[in-house]
């Protein structure tokens, strides 16, 4: 059984970064057994982490309760009115900013990542069938759907991870209705060769929800593999409902969740099955599991915990309870 531990939680991340490059991070407190052939993720948000809390004294402490409601939750889920599959609808706006036509995406490609995001969230793609992990695989029952599209050109030919995208005054769009709508931000670039982030609950207002770049986002036009599956907002959905990494930012750290089998670090590209873990066990990895960094084509699942968790933001006092209204 994996331990909630708040002061561990307080003291990972608030956004959770990926990013595309040749070699995994150097930060990574051991080095994965499958070693990526080309493109991979990984987290790069210390310092974002450092700045938000250096700027909010009061965050840790917002996402300690945010914390203790969901373990309470995964404790005793008869206690909580968890509401049923399908009930949750997340209205979505994407943000375009763009440099270029291509940057410019197609309404069709938008609508990609919104079927895309549906699907990985109901069980309804094609992967989900594949029995691996099957007893614990879950159907979160989360509905998304394209409220608007807001778009506006910029000279830059790239952003940071400092939000700026989400500021009009440094040439971004603000969020719209953040505390109802989840808000997507694609751009051309990220710098560093970062491919998207995501602000957890309990974060400001003026920069919630999820940024990532063209080239990743949906599965047509500028999405380009092995990001071309729609999987990157998958992961970051799942960071702004709470969900950690897999691996827990840590060598066999927790994610907070029960039933995901500790991992020692993260997974690229498209490991064999069983691929184990280095963990107390040698328990298998699940690589499959959206929150790992494996590429698009070989993630496909959640589990019954993350689903538990996810929707345990949607109470009174967990983050995301004014999608539930």
Sequence with gaps: MKQLCLLLFCGTMLL????????????????????????????AAADVLQEQLRKDPSLAARMARIEDLAARVEKDKS????????????????????????????????????????????????????TTFGAVKAVVGIRFELKNVVRKSTTRTSWGTNDAMKSVASGGIAASTPDSVLNIWVVGALSGGVIGYAQFPGGAPATDGVVIVDDCFGNTGTA??????????????????????????????????????????????????????????????????????????????????????????????????????
């Design 16 to 43: 959770s970064a990926c990013s595309k490059n040749d070699k995994p991070a150097t930060t990574d407190e051991s080095t994965p057994d499958e070693q990526p052939a080309t493109l991979v993720r990984r987290c």
């Design 79 to 130: 206690a909580y009115r968890l509401l049923p599959d399908g009930t949750i609808l997340i209205p979505v706006v994407v943000n375009v900013l763009y440099r270029t036509t291509a940057e410019n995406i197609s309404l069709t490609q938008i609508q990609s990542q919104i079927d895309i995001l549906n699907k990985d969230f109901n069980g309804l793609n094609a992967e989900f069938g594949d």
């Design 224 to 325: 380009t593999a092995p990001f071309n599956k729609g999987r990157t907002a998958t992961h970051e959905v799942g960071h702004f409902l709470n969900l950690r990494h897999i691996w827990g930012d840590a060598n066999c750290g927790t994610d907070f969740v029960n039933d995901t089998p500790p991992h020692n670090t993260s997974n690229f590209g498209c490991p064999s099955y069983p691929h184990r873990s280095t963990c107390a066990g040698t328990p298998i990895e699940m690589t499959m599991n959206f929150m790992d960094y494996t590429d698009d084509a070989c993630m496909h699942m959640f589990t019954q915990g993350q689903k538990t968790r996810m929707l345990a933001t949607f109470l009174t006092g967990g983050g995301r309870a004014g999608f539930a209204q």
